[in-house]
């Protein structure tokens, strides 16, 4: 089965503490990629990043890091010093063959509020 | 930039009513889709199609259809709306296996 689990349903910290969103997938392809999007009030999903199966390297884009283990099949988002701004529901997502066709399978999203 | 619209950003119908949400993309993606969000339950994929007039079904096709009659047009139709149905619905494009460029979002109310 192929499938998305984000147990942490909100997280709410204070600005500038450093917060970590999990993501652990399942699936039987050995090939697959990993997605993690964001949600702002607006609505509109907004692609933060996308991680092939065969690379574990983890990745740092400014105060955003993400930390891909295969053992563990989790796939972490780490903000640091968060913001305001940074507020939103963050959703992480697997692409699978399914039925003979790419699909996208998402986790049920972490709701984070950061307050002032 | 990639552009994705939807035709509405909120939209109330009552029951039983046909309703048509309409996507349109830009950048001539083949591949383009549309999800539901509800709370707790994440984005589920309802269809999605692969080029003109072909479609797939999702997860949970069950009280929707689609056309995509047009390379960068994809409808969502609800043949007869229930209040079950009220959600947001998301639609999405993407080149062939690339990352999805996701619309505002319509936030449907059937009453």
């Known amino acids: 089965a192929q499938k998305v689990t984000q147990a942490q349903t909100e997280i709410s910290v204070v600005e500038k503490e450093d917060v970590t969103l999990d993501c652990v997938y399942e699936?039987?392809?050995?090939?697959?990629?990993l997605f993690w999007y964001k949600q702002p009030p607006s609505g509109e999903l907004v692609f933060l990043i996308r991680?092939?199966?065969?690379?574990?390297q983890n990745e740092i884009s400014g105060r955003y890091s993400w930390n891909f283990q295969k053992s563990t099949s989790s796939f972490n988002f780490t903000i640091t010093a968060s913001q305001v701004v940074d507020s939103a529901v963050y959703f992480c997502?697997?692409?699978?063959?399914?039925?003979?066709?790419?699909?996208?399978?998402f986790g049920q999203g972490t709701r984070l509020t950061i307050n002032p | 930039d990639v552009k994705v619209t939807q035709s509405s950003r909120y939209l109330v119908k009552r029951t039983g009513e046909k309703v048509f949400l309409e996507c349109v993309q830009d950048?001539?993606?083949?591949?383009m889709f549309w999800y539901r969000q509800d709370p707790g339950l994440g984005l589920r994929l309802i269809y999605f199609s692969y080029d003109v007039k072909m479609k797939e079904k999702g997860d949970i096709p069950e009280g929707y259809s689609v056309s995509r009659e047009k390379k960068e047009r994809f409808s969502l139709i609800l043949e007869s709306a229930s209040t079950n149905q009220t959600s947001m619905y998301l639609c999405a494009s993407s080149p062939l296996s690339s990352k999805q460029y996701f619309g505002p979002g319509t936030r449907l109310t059937v009453t």
């Open positions: 950048m001539d993606h083949e591949n």
């Open positions: 997502a697997l692409r699978a063959v399914i039925q003979g066709a790419q699909k996208l399978v």
């Open positions: 991680r092939n199966s065969f690379d574990e």
């Open positions: 699936t039987r392809d050995t090939t697959y990629y």
